[in-house]
């Protein structure tokens, strides 16, 4: 096979190892498991987020929402909203909410969740695209959850001092390629972006985990990037009750044509050991509950790499009901009709 991008290169697909590991048998989860975690560790100690703040409260649409920030230990403050029913009484399960990639860097979780302020119009653009213009965050709270949506290391307000002013668009433009320097500084300092971002959704989890509205419930969704990060807390944390992965799952070796380019760092950790593929990154904590939604017509994952990580994540659950995997029709994004039936799902398997 002719690779698409790699050209009168691509026998150099036959001549690397990796392609032939990864086509091997199932490694064990506690191997995936290991592997992942020490990734992860080399972007420093998960604790207790420093230094939390409430930064303002508001009440709109049946929803009490606040705006939290709080440290990490390097870089800008990390802000994030909570919301959950206004008329809540007692502990409720929770979930982390987790913002896409989308070659949108200058806002993060406002690009899944309404405050009392009316979104900017880029967001809006956003959102209609991928989310059938839902804030999927709030909608899932109505549903009986607090919900963190945190902005992660790169988005939002914890994104980079980009030389292009308060430009939305042309920060996203600049963020693109700006994303390989950010990596080559990881390599550099001996961790990763994806251990980086794995890092501080752990640490919005154990966040959420100990506020006193919480139960010990707790989930993880998200669309593309937020799927990858949603795999990513499934692989490094036994608390976390059950996690939702929307259009972020195909094998490594479907990728190899022409959808390297697409993705983001975050779905290539290069410390992983070559015998480890994306599917066994989201399956590792089997049986604990797994969803996986899947676009048919998804221009960054192809469909028969799409089946074959289902096929690959089901082998590891196999003899367990509590893998389900959802197939739709359409390109990537995480619709209406996907959103009400990945909601159904974690109603189903969290203990209100």
């Avoid at 008329?87 to 909410?97: H, R, T």
Wanted: glycine share 8%.
């Amino acid at each position: 096979m002719t690779s698409a991008h790699l050209g009168v290169y691509s026998d150099w697909i036959d001549h690397a190892a990796a392609p032939a590991a990864r086509s091997g048998s199932l490694p064990a989860p506690e191997t995936v498991q290991q592997a992942v975690q020490a990734m992860v560790a080399t972007a420093g100690a998960v604790n207790y987020p420093e230094d939390v703040r409430v930064e303002r409260r508001w009440t709109a649409d049946g929803l009490a929402g606040e705006e939290i920030s709080y440290d990490v230990g390097f870089g800008p403050r990390t802000h994030a909203y909570v919301l959950k029913p206004a008329n809540a009484d007692g502990p409720l399960p929770g979930v982390v909410a987790m913002h896409g990639h989308d070659g949108f860097k200058y806002y993060g979780k406002e690009k899944i969740a309404d405050t009392d302020i009316e979104p900017v119009e880029a967001v809006q653009a956003a959102r209609a695209e991928l989310y059938e213009g839902r804030a999927f965050a709030n909608d899932l709270a109505r549903r009986g959850y607090v919900v963190i949506v945190p902005d992660v290391f790169l988005w939002g307000s914890r994104r980079f001092d980009l030389p292009v002013g308060d430009d939305v668009a042309a920060y996203n433009a600049a963020a693109g390629p700006h994303e390989h320097v950010v990596e080559k500084y990881c390599t550099m300092l001996g961790t990763t972006m994806a251990a980086v971002v794995a890092r501080e959704d752990l640490i919005a989890l154990t966040y959420l985990r100990n506020r006193e509205d919480t139960t010990d419930q707790s989930a993880s969704i998200g669309l593309s990037g937020g799927g990858c990060r949603s795999a990513l807390l499934r692989a490094t944390s036994s608390e976390l009750t059950a996690a939702v992965v929307v259009g972020m799952m195909g094998t490594y070796n479907s990728l190899l044509d022409k959808n390297v380019v697409t993705h983001t760092w975050m779905l290539m950790p290069r410390m992983l050991p070559t015998t480890i593929d994306w599917p066994d990154v989201a399956a590792c904590q089997a049986p604990a509950p797994l969803l996986v939604q899947y676009d048919r017509q998804d221009e960054l994952f192809p469909l028969a790499g799409a089946e074959a990580a289902h096929e690959r994540i089901a082998a590891h659950y196999a003899g367990t009901n509590t893998y389900t995997g959802q197939f739709f029709d359409g390109p990537h994004k995480f619709d209406g009709a996907m959103q009400d039936a990945a909601f159904s799902w974690l109603d189903d398997v969290i203990v209100q």
